[in-house]
């Protein structure tokens, strides 16, 4: 049965990212803090599933309820779409969710709700009468924006494309080439009782079968692993031959800068750009792999404010986007992002291009990284940038994984493999 502390946790996570606005990510923290660890996975496991199932629930919760819920008692939306996220899609009994449900109330002082909360439950039971799967309705819970979108842009491809968002995100490593190998690692997994597969787009990932806290993965603080999705280790694949000068732009967490020093045996005149207060995590990981690089706080498209006037070979812009290639590893995207939000992102995106151009050596490149799965982020912004300049040149390399663009290669996310990310590598021409 589902601890009621359990329960009255996971709503409030699920309050405070619907109304409050908070991160997922960050409220899971602060809230899991209050609770025994023992109690924390299947807390998480309520909250993120209610998060994923939101648009489908709260339609659901509405019809249910015969008076929308006072501004006041907001916290007992929460409660509803755990619970119901529970019914459809964990095996403890119908019978103790419920019964689970109504002792959360009384935790979240909303006692006089016991009532209301139980009847709720019980007629969704009674009109749906649950076989614990909502495989059908999983269309519902992208915000309809971004579902008009996809049906647009890839409707060959949209029931992998939701399938993949709605399930749990695998977690992928990168091997540390100058430290282990891929199969050295998985004969060391394999001996302790652990297991993971190699990818099948990158030579130096592997997927655990099995998530693990970062801290408990073998050899992660001795620099032998990092966490790092497939799609995104693509990176030094699409940039090519890494010589003289390198930048990468937007670097933070610092995954791509110490993937680049690890496939280039660290031999590399790199400079890892970012905003302030941003720096901290690539330096972190930086120390723990052993790599060297140097770490500039910035705006890229203020280069005149930190730029020494020597041009750089290859710039890796991974450029601030939607992020509706990870929506699995980022739920809430589905209720903070708005169709809106894409303009905007798209004319921040156009904006760093045009900025860092100029700091490109003739011959040089510029490889263009997004996890959005969004045309308007993507080939839409090289179309408007190619168009705009006189010396760009469009390469596409040898590189079959995801699908060709006009301008680039788009990788849609995968159910347990790699999430969807977008590359694009534009030459400066030598005349």
């Known amino acids: 049965m589902p601890a009621p502390n359990i329960c009255a946790t996971a709503s409030s996570i699920v309050c405070d990212v619907i109304h409050k606005r908070i991160s997922l990510d960050k409220a899971t923290v602060i809230r899991l803090?209050?609770?025994?660890?023992?109690?924390?996975?299947?807390?998480?496991?309520?909250?993120?599933?209610?998060?994923?199932?939101?648009?489908?629930?709260?339609?659901i919760i509405n019809k249910l309820l015969q008076k929308p819920l006072h501004k006041n008692d907001l916290m007992l939306e929460g409660l509803l779409l755990c619970s119901l996220y529970q019914l459809d899609h964990m095996r403890a009994p119908n019978y103790a969710i419920v019964s689970s449900a109504v002792e959360a109330c009384r935790l979240l002082d909303r006692a006089k709700a016991c009532g209301l909360v139980n009847a709720i439950l019980r007629q969704y039971l009674k009109?749906?009468?649950?076989?614990?799967?909502?495989k059908n309705d999983e269309y519902k819970t992208m915000p309809s924006w971004l579902l008009n979108i996809l049906r647009t842009h890839w409707p060959h491809h949209l029931e992998q494309i939701i399938d993949a968002c709605n399930g749990r995100p695998p977690m992928t490593l990168r091997v540390n080439r100058q430290r282990c190998t891929v199969n050295a690692y998985l004969e060391h997994l394999e001996k302790i009782g652990l297991h993971g597969s190699k990818s099948t787009i990158s030579d130096v990932a592997l997927t655990l079968s099995k998530p693990l806290p970062v801290n408990a993965i073998p050899g992660f603080n001795e620099g032998q692993v990092s966490v790092q999705d497939a799609a995104a280790q693509l990176t030094p694949l699409f940039a090519g031959k890494l010589e003289g000068r390198i930048l990468d732009a937007c670097a933070s967490p610092g995954g791509k800068t110490c993937h680049l020093l690890e496939s280039s045996d660290g031999?590399?005149?790199?400079?890892?750009?970012?905003?302030?207060?941003?720096?901290?995590?690539?330096?972190?990981?930086?120390?723990?792999?052993?790599l060297e690089a140097k770490i500039v706080a910035g705006d890229a498209t203020k280069p005149e404010s930190w730029w020494d006037n020597q041009y750089f070979n290859c710039i890796i812009l991974d450029a601030p986007c939607s992020a509706t290639g990870v929506i699995r590893r980022h739920p809430d995207i589905r209720i903070h992002r708005r169709n809106s939000d894409i303009y905007h992102l798209a004319k921040r995106q156009l904006e760093l291009l045009t900025s860092l151009w100029p700091l490109v050596a003739k011959g040089g490149r510029i490889v263009y990284v997004t996890c959005s799965i969004i045309p308007e982020e993507n080939d839409h912004i090289i179309e408007q940038f190619v168009d705009q300049k006189n010396d760009v040149i469009v390469k596409y390399p040898p590189i079959k994984t995801g699908l060709k663009t006009k301008f680039g290669r788009q990788l849609l996310p995968q159910v347990g493999d790699a999430d969807g990310f977008y590359y694009a590598v534009l030459e400066r021409n030598q005349s």
């Open 33 to 59: 803090s209050k609770l025994p660890q023992s109690n924390w996975g299947e807390t998480r496991e309520i909250s993120w599933g209610a998060i994923r199932w939101y648009h489908y629930y709260l339609q």
């Open 127 to 134: 009109q749906t009468n649950t076989n614990k799967s909502a």
């Open 267 to 290: 031999k590399l005149d790199l400079t890892a750009l970012d905003l302030h207060g941003h720096t901290e995590l690539i330096e972190s990981n930086l120390q723990r792999l052993g």
